[in-house]
Structure formats: C-alpha cells, structure tokens
C-alpha cells in the first residue's frame, strides 16, 4: 500500500483509479469535500454530499455536474468504493474514503473535530494511508476553548454597542458566518447579514440549520446591531450605513500576534473552521495509518512534527519522484 501511487497536482489524484480529490481545475472524475470555492471546479463529473452539492449550485448554479453522495453510503466505482464522511468544517464538508483491493486511502479535506453549531465534528476513520489537511499544521496554533471564545467575543460586541459604535465580524459568507450567527442566538442581539452572507445563510436554512432572527444589510437596520460581513466587503459603504463602527476578525490566524496589525481590526478572535495543531496530530494518532500524507498549508512543518512523535509522514508535494508536471 506504501508504494500506491498517489500524486500531487494542484489536487491529489489517485491514477490507478482516475479519480481527483479538490483539484482546482476541472477534472475527469473528482470528488468535491466542501463548497469553499478554492475546493471547486467545473468537473465532468464530480462526487459530493447533498448539502455541498446545493451550496456549490448556490454559487455556480451553472454547476450540475455534482452527483450527491449521503454520508456513510458506499458507491461502487471500478477498482474501489468511495465513501463520504462528515469533516465538520462546514456544512455538507466531507472526508472521503476510498477503499481498494491494495486497502484504505482516507482523504480529510478540511476538518475541524471540535463541535461546531452548523456541522457535525470530524471522527477518525480507520485507513492504510491518511491524507491530512496542514491548514494550522505549526505548534503555536492551539485554539483556546470555542465557549471562551465565543464569550469574549459576545463581551467585545456589547462593549462596542455600549461606546456608541456597531460591532462588525468578519468572517466567510459559507461557514464562518453562520457559526457566528449561531454562537450569538442565546445573547438576544439584533443581527444583520452581508447580502452574499445572507443568500448562503437561507441555503443552511433551506438544508435545515436554525438560526436566530436576522436581517440583510442595506434595509433599514433595526439598532443597535450586529453586523457580520465577509472580510472582502468590510470597506464597502460600511462608513455610510452604519457611521461609527469597530471590526473584528474571527480565525484560527488570530493566533498570530501580527494578524491584528496586518488586517488593520480593532480586534481578532481565535474562532475556526479548522482542526488546530494538536487536534491535527492527535487525529493522525486515532486514524493509525502506516502511511500519513500531509497536503494544503503547513504541510512540511507538519509532517516533521508527526515524524517527531512516531508517525510515518511526508508532504504529498514533497515527492518529487511521483509529482505531476
Ligand atoms: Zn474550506
């Protein structure tokens, strides 16, 4: 199983078997793990879970490609079966198992194992060989406790309301967004949306995610309020619709003393989507693979980390012997 050939090329792609995991670029045969767009691509034929098959068609309704897949149902294809597993990164987000004559290939895509409010949190999966996402793949990325978070975050908002000034979060309309419009459904805060923010929110609500009250940004706004937007938007009209405002930035790259500066926020908060550091390592631990690959972000520093403990790993990119040009 060591010498299975698995490649990298901008996606990880399973020759013997044609078929691509997250490749950027449109694929004969691949399988789409989540809606995020740098995961998605016009594929002949793709493979993925009910949910990110309406999400993906959300954004790029000319998209039909996508055949749905429910979590824990084997498809047969030649040579192998492909079965999807919840990632718990956003909703719909899928690790894909692909069991063949030679054994087990386990593909996380993104993953996050701690519960979150919209998704349901990764679980290892036994496999010969593990495929990890390195997003937060270095040592000092270890996320504090999400309620302590959340609650810092609750604090912020309410002090920023009592100073005069609407609090403003940043955060992905797919995913982060709604997590924070859920971590604030107990505080009883008004909530307006980005507009892209709020069409993706009405698909989680179509998919049958319950959220607090909220309102589109731009409608006459109910005050004070809270106002979660996409980071790419922040500098849109904000001044002029809301007057007074403050930011915040919620990501695992709070962890990075300089984020605050670099975004140019009045705060950050360390809230993710992603698995952190140790959650990384311990998952390669639980899923026990005599072979563990590491791909998408630190994935060297990673690597080294899980050699470190006992673990057989490399970067997939590493392997120059069995890259793609
Ligand atoms: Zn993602």
């Known amino acids: 199983m060591l010498n299975y050939p698995i490649l990298w090329d901008s996606g990880i792609y399973l020759p013997e078997l044609g078929l691509w995991l997250d490749p950027r670029q449109p694929r004969p045969r691949a399988v789409i793990s989540h809606a995020h767009s740098d995961h998605v691509a016009a594929h002949p034929l793709a493979y993925a879970t009910p949910a990110t098959r309406r999400l993906v068609t959300h954004r790029r309704p000319s998209l039909t490609t996508v055949q749905g897949l429910e979590y824990g149902q084997p498809l047969r294809l030649e040579h192998c079966s492909l079965t999807l597993h919840p990632a718990g990164h956003v909703l719909g987000s899928a690790q894909a198992l692909i069991e063949t004559d030679w054994g087990a290939i386990l593909y996380t895509g993104d993953l996050k194992t701690r519960s979150g409010f919209t998704s349901v949190p990764a679980i290892p999966v036994p496999a010969d060989v593990l495929l ?28 920023v309301i009592d100073s005069g000034a609407t609090p403003v979060l940043l955060g992905y309309s797919l995913g982060k967004g709604q997590e924070i419009l859920s971590a604030l459904a107990a505080e009883g805060i008004h909530i307006a949306l980005h507009a892209s923010l709020f069409g993706v929110t009405e698909v989680y609500r179509e998919l049958g995610c319950r959220f607090p009250q909220y309102q589109v940004l731009g409608a006459a706004l109910v005050r004070p309020t809270v106002v979660i937007t996409p980071p790419t938007a922040r500098r849109n ?28 926020v009045d705060a950050v908060f360390p809230l993710s989507d992603h698995a952190d550091f140790e959650e990384l390592c311990c998952y390669a631990e639980r899923v026990g693979a005599t072979m563990t690959y590491t791909v998408l972000g630190f994935d060297e520093e990673l690597a080294m980390h899980l050699r470190r403990r006992g673990i057989r790993a490399k970067a997939l990119t590493a392997i120059d012997q069995l890259r793609l040009f």
């Open 132 to 159: 990890l996402e390195s997003t937060f793949g270095k040592p000092h990325y270890r996320f504090p406790d999400s309620a302590e978070v959340i609650a810092a975050i609750v604090s912020w908002c309410r002090s």
């Open 237 to 264: 009209g904000l001044r002029e619709m809301l007057g007074e405002f403050k930011t915040a930035a919620l990501t695992g790259w709070a962890m990075d003393p300089s984020l605050k500066a670099r975004l140019e």
